[in-house]
């Protein structure tokens, strides 16, 4: 299986920050990255795909960037909507897999 | 517009097999395949497999080899995952999902599934 690398675990930031989220691949997986949002009591929402793609309607403020074995998750300036948990995914192999999770909260 | 529309919340006894059920509407039922995904309280995401709803095949994760099933009814445009042999950490939020192009982007609203004696 793919394991996939996910830091931090939790952080917290002010209203703002510039917030990077990683995930590491433990082998290659080209392009085949989605990072999802999953606020408390909600459904997970796909932010981007194919590692950098933005998802219609998602605020430009997201952005994701890798290849390979390494990708970010960047939120250039936080705002208090975006309080959440955030999971990558890799679609290159079976089965799929997430990172572990990344809580963000507001400082 | 894309919906789907999962069964209600389970309480099972350890042992026992759960059948949830995620009915769609708004596109054309055999052309995507379906995932199920789970979201287990503190610990993540985990992808359980996937159904094509046009052939009925099935892939699994290993983790949940021999203990999973899914199927479908196309006449009624709804997949079913069944989980047997449940164990207390099953316990969790099963949520089924639309691929398209590029995975997974429509989630149904998920079924609660607690194991508890």
């Known amino acids: 299986d793919i394991q996939m690398t996910q830091s931090p675990s939790a952080m917290s930031a002010s209203v703002g920050d510039r917030v990077t989220i990683t995930c590491r691949a433990s082998?290659?997986?080209?392009?085949?990255l989605a990072w999802f949002q999953q606020k408390p009591g909600q459904v997970p929402k796909r932010l981007i795909y194919?590692?950098?793609s933005l998802e219609s309607g998602v605020p430009s403020r997201f952005s994701g960037r890798g290849s390979g074995t390494q990708f970010t998750l960047t939120i250039s300036s936080l705002q208090p909507e975006d309080v959440a948990t955030y999971y990558c995914?890799?679609?290159?192999?079976?089965?799929?897999?997430f990172g572990q999770g990344t809580k963000v909260e507001i400082k | 517009q894309v919906h789907l529309v999962q069964s209600g919340a389970e309480v099972k006894k350890p042992g026992a097999s759960v059948k949830v059920s995620c009915q769609a509407s708004?596109?054309?039922?055999?052309?995507?395949?379906m995932h199920w995904v789970r979201e287990v309280p503190g610990q993540g995401l985990e992808w359980l497999g996937w159904?094509?709803?046009?052939?009925?095949?099935?892939h699994y994760a290993p983790n949940f080899q021999g203990r999973v099933s899914m199927t479908r009814d196309t006449s009624i445009s709804t997949v079913y995952m069944e989980l047997s042999s449940l164990r207390y950490d099953d316990t969790a939020i099963y949520y089924c999902?639309?691929?398209?192009?590029?995975?997974?982007?429509?989630w149904g609203q998920g079924t609660m599934v607690t194991v508890s004696s």
């Open positions: 999902a639309k691929r398209d192009d590029y995975n997974i982007k429509i």
């Open positions: 708004g596109y054309t039922f055999t052309g995507h395949y």
């Open positions: 159904i094509n709803p046009n052939s009925g095949d099935t």
């Open positions: 082998r290659g997986i080209s392009g085949y």
């Open positions: 194919a590692a950098s």
């Open positions: 995914l890799q679609h290159n192999d079976y089965p799929w897999t």
